[in-house]
C-alpha cells in the first residue's frame, strides 16, 4: 500500500507537475501569474494546455471540463473528450490553450437572478489559474470563474477573487506605512471545518423527506439522544472508521490537506478539518470535500447528510470558517506576539476587523442565511443570530487599556496545574475559548461559526474580505495624510477612538442566554435577524449597495440578482419541504394511522366477543387518542395544503418569503407536532418509516 507522502497530490496539476513538465520559461510565467496576481500571458496557454493534457491522460483522463460554482450552491461541469477525428478513421487527443482558458456553458439554465433570461444563453468560464487543476472520476476538471455574456458575475468564485484583490491592495497600504516595503502579497486564508451526519442507506432510501430534502420533516425523539454526551470525541465505530480512512486517502490524492477527523456531538455526526490554505483554493477544497464525502459514503453502504438540521432534538451541523490574513513573506497579520499591547501593527489590524463587523452585522448574518441554517441559528449548538465578537481576556484587557488610556499590566502564561505530578505541565492559554460566539478570536486567526454544513464558503469569505478591506482603506486614507512625526500619536488615536466607538460589538459571556440577546438589542443595538427573510432585505440597501460597488467588488445588477437568487432558493426549499410532507402525510402517515386504529377497533370487538367483561383500557384509550390525533393530522394537512394554494397569489418574492416563513412554515410545524406524537403510540410494525432510533444508532 503506497504512503500518504506517495499518493499526496497525485491527481493534481500542482507546483511539483508544473515544474517539472513545463519548459521553465514558462513555469515561470505561470508562477508570476498565481503568485502576484498578475494578468495571464495567453501566449503560454498552448504549451500548459499540451502539458496538462499529457499529464491528464497518464493518469487515466478522457476527458476535460472547466470546473465552476454557479449560484445553485454546487459545483457544475460539462465534459468534453480530448478525441480528435482523423481521416483515416481514427483519433488524436489534443487540447488547445483556447480550450484551456475559455469554455461556453449556458448561462440561462442557471440562477441569475434576472441577469440572464432564456434567450441570453451565451456565458462563459474562464480559467483561475490560482487553483490547480485536478483530476475526478476520468475527467480533467479545471478550476474557473463564470460570467454571463454582459461580463456579469454568475457564480461565487468571480467575486471571491475580486474581494481577495481589494483586501490585498488595502492591507499593502497600511504594511507600507510601518516600513514593511519586502511585503508584496497579501493573503486571507481560511480552514474551514466540515460536520456531517452518516446514515445507513437502505434506511435513508426509505425516508422520503431526506431523498427529497436532505432532512427528516417528521420524526419522534428517540429514548436516547445526546443527552449523555458520550458520542463526543468518542471511540469511532469500524463503519465509520472505514469510511473515515478512505475518505482521507481519496482526499489526499486531490491534494486537500484533511488533518482532522472524530465525532461530534450528536449520534451519527462527525467533524473533518483541513490545514489552513489560501481563501480562493479553501473554497474549491471545500466544495471538492462535500462531493467526495458523498461518493465514499456511498461505497459503505452509507448516506452523508450535509443538512444544517437532518434531525430534530439534537445537534445540527456547522462549517467553522477560521480565517486570517497572511503576507507573501510568512507572516501572519493577526498573530498578536509575545507583547500584543506594544504590537501596534496587530492592534490596528484587530481593530479594522472589529469595526468591519460591527458596522456590517447586517452583511454577517446575510452571509450565512439559508432556510437549512435558519433551524440551527440560536440553538444549544451554534451561535445566535445576534452577532457579536469574542476576544477573550487578555484582549479585551488591552482593548479596555487602551479605551481608558491606562497602562496595561501583561499577564505571564502560569503553569496548568491538573493535580497529578507525573503529568507534563504546560502553560495555560490567556483566553479561553466560546463555542456560543458567532465570530470569536482564536489566537491568531478568528473563527467564524455561523456558517451551516451544506453552504459554499464563498460568501461569508467575500463577505469577511470586503468589509475590512473598507475598514482598511478607511484607516490608510487617514495616515497616509498624517506627517512622519506625528505618525504614532495619530495611530494611538485612530486606534483608541475606533475602540471606543465599536465596542457595542465585543461580548466575551454566554451567548445563549435570554439576557444578552435582550442586552445586544435593547441596550447595544445590535441587529437580532432571526430568519432569512428578515436578513435579505439588508443585502440590497444604499450602504451595502455602495460599500461593494465602490470596491468593485460586486456591480449593482449582481447584487440585485444574488438577493432575488437567496429569496427564491428560501421560497423553493420551504415549498419542496411543504409538498413532501403532503405526500408523506396523505400516502403513507394518515393511511397508517387509521389502518392502526381499524386494528384497535377489531381487537375491541373481538375480544369484547369472548369475554363481555374484559379489560380493554389500553386498546381503548390509544384508540381515542390515535382518533384525536388522526382528525387534527387530518385538519393540519388541509391548512398546510391551503397555505401552500394562498402563497401563489401573492406578488414579490420578498413577500412569498415572509409569508413561507410565517404561515406555511407555521402548519408544517402543527402538522409535525401531531404526527410525531401519533408514531409514539403507533405499533412500530405499522409505522411507515424508519425512526430515529433506526436513523440515529445503526450504523
Not at 445526546?226 to 469510511?243: L, T
Not at 475598514?471 to 490608510?476: D, G, I, M, S, V
Not at 413577500?655 to 403510540?681: G, N, P
Request: contains cysteine.
Amino acid at each position: 500500500m503506497a504512503s500518504v507522502p506517495e499518493i499526496y497530490g497525485t491527481l493534481v496539476f500542482n507546483d511539483k507537475t508544473m515544474r517539472s513538465r513545463l519548459p521553465k520559461d514558462t513555469y515561470k510565467k505561470l508562477r508570476k501569474t498565481i503568485d502576484d496576481g498578475k494578468h495571464l500571458d495567453l501566449s503560454i496557454a498552448n504549451e500548459v494546455a499540451h502539458a496538462m493534457k499529457e499529464w491528464a491522460i497518464e493518469n487515466g483522463a478522457t476527458h476535460f471540463t472547466h470546473w465552476f460554482q454557479p449560484m445553485t450552491g454546487i459545483t457544475a461541469e460539462k465534459h468534453d473528450s480530448f478525441i480528435s477525428p482523423r481521416d483515416d478513421g481514427t483519433v488524436i487527443m489534443e487540447f488547445s490553450g483556447k480550450e484551456l482558458v475559455r469554455g461556453e456553458p449556458d448561462a440561462s439554465s442557471f440562477p441569475s437572478g434576472g441577469l440572464r433570461a432564456t434567450f441570453e444563453a451565451r456565458g462563459y468560464t474562464a480559467w483561475d489559474p490560482t487553483s490547480y487543476a485536478f483530476i475526478k472520476d476520468g475527467s480533467l476538471c479545471i478550476p474557473t470563474a463564470f460570467c454571463s455574456y454582459g461580463g456579469e458575475a454568475l457564480d461565487k468564485k468571480t467575486p471571491l477573487l475580486r474581494s481577495m484583490e481589494v483586501i490585498n491592495k488595502q492591507a499593502l497600504r497600511i504594511l507600507k506605512l510601518f516600513g514593511c516595503n519586502d511585503v508584496k502579497m497579501i493573503k486571507t486564508t481560511v480552514g474551514p471545518e466540515q460536520e456531517y451526519f452518516l446514515i445507513d442507506k437502505e434506511l435513508y432510501e426509505k425516508r422520503k423527506d431526506l431523498i427529497f430534502t436532505g432532512r427528516t420533516l417528521f420524526g419522534a425523539k428517540p429514548p436516547k439522544g445526546q443527552e449523555m454526551e458520550d458520542h463526543y470525541f468518542g471511540s469511532i465505530k469500524p463503519r465509520v472508521s472505514a469510511f473515515m480512512a478512505d475518505l482521507d486517502n481519496e482526499l489526499w490524492k486531490l491534494g486537500i490537506p484533511s488533518k482532522t477527523k472524530h465525532n461530534e456531538v450528536a449520534p451519527s455526526q462527525h467533524e473533518m478539518a483541513p490545514i489552513f490554505t489560501t481563501t480562493n483554493i479553501a473554497t474549491d477544497h471545500n466544495q471538492l470535500t462535500m462531493e467526495v464525502m458523498k461518493k465514499v459514503a456511498e461505497k459503505h453502504g452509507l448516506v452523508c447528510l450535509l443538512h444544517e438540521k437532518p434531525f430534530a432534538g439534537v445537534n445540527g451541523s456547522g462549517k467553522h470558517n477560521n480565517w486570517s490574513l497572511s503576507t507573501n513573506t510568512g507572516v501572519n497579520l493577526l498573530e498578536p506576539g509575545d507583547t500584543p499591547y506594544e504590537n501596534a501593527q496587530f492592534l490596528l489590524f484587530l481593530t479594522a476587523v472589529i469595526k468591519a463587523i460591527h458596522e456590517h452585522q447586517d452583511l454577517m448574518r446575510i452571509s450565512v442565511a439559508t432556510a437549512g441554517n435558519d433551524h440551527r441559528l440560536g440553538a444549544n449548538e451554534a451561535p445566535p443570530a445576534v452577532v457579536s465578537i469574542f476576544l477573550g481576556d487578555e484582549l479585551t484587557a488591552i482593548i479596555d487599556a487602551i479605551k481608558n488610556g491606562t497602562a496595561y499590566d501583561q499577564q505571564e502564561k502560569v503553569p496548568m496545574k491538573i493535580g497529578v505530578h507525573i503529568l507534563p505541565r504546560f502553560p495555560k492559554d490567556n483566553t479561553d475559548r466560546n463555542r456560543t460566539s458567532p465570530f470569536a478570536f482564536t489566537g491568531n486567526k478568528f473563527e467564524f461559526r455561523m456558517l451551516g454544513s451544506s453552504a459554499s464558503v464563498a460568501t461569508p469569505n467575500i463577505i469577511l474580505n470586503t468589509i475590512v478591506a473598507e475598514a482598511l482603506r478607511e484607516f490608510a486614507d487617514e495616515l497616509e495624510a498624517v506627517p512622519a512625526e506625528e505618525f504614532n500619536t495619530h495611530l494611538h488615536e485612530l486606534i483608541k477612538s475606533n475602540l471606543i466607538a465599536h465596542e457595542n460589538i465585543i461580548f466575551n459571556g454566554n451567548g445563549y442566554d435570554d439576557e444578552w440577546i435582550k442586552e445586544a438589542t435593547e441596550k447595544r443595538g445590535l441587529l437580532n435577524l432571526k430568519t432569512t427573510p428578515d436578513a435579505l432585505p439588508y443585502f440590497v440597501s444604499d450602504k451595502n449597495i455602495k460599500l461593494f460597488t465602490d470596491l468593485k467588488v460586486f456591480t449593482e445588477a449582481e447584487m440585485h440578482s444574488r438577493y432575488e437568487i437567496l429569496l427564491e432558493n428560501y421560497c423553493k426549499t420551504i415549498n419542496i419541504e411543504a409538498l413532501t410532507m403532503l405526500d408523506m402525510a396523505n400516502k403513507d402517515i394518515l393511511p397508517t394511522i387509521s389502518a392502526y386504529c381499524k386494528s384497535l377497533s377489531e381487537t375491541i370487538a373481538s375480544k369484547k366477543s369472548v369475554l363481555a367483561d374484559c379489560n380493554c383500557e389500553y386498546e381503548e384509550k390509544t384508540l381515542r387518542h390515535l382518533s384525536a390525533l388522526l382528525a387534527s393530522a387530518f385538519e393540519n394537512t388541509n391548512a398546510l395544503d391551503k397555505s401552500l394554494l394562498e402563497v401563489k397569489e401573492i406578488g414579490s418574492l420578498q413577500a412569498q418569503a415572509d409569508y413561507y416563513k410565517d404561515k406555511v412554515f407555521a402548519c408544517m410545524q402543527q402538522l409535525r407536532a401531531t404526527v410525531d406524537e401519533a408514531e409514539t403510540i403507533t405499533a412500530k410494525s405499522y409505522w411507515p418509516y424508519p425512526s430515529y432510533s433506526d436513523l440515529l444508532f445503526h450504523v
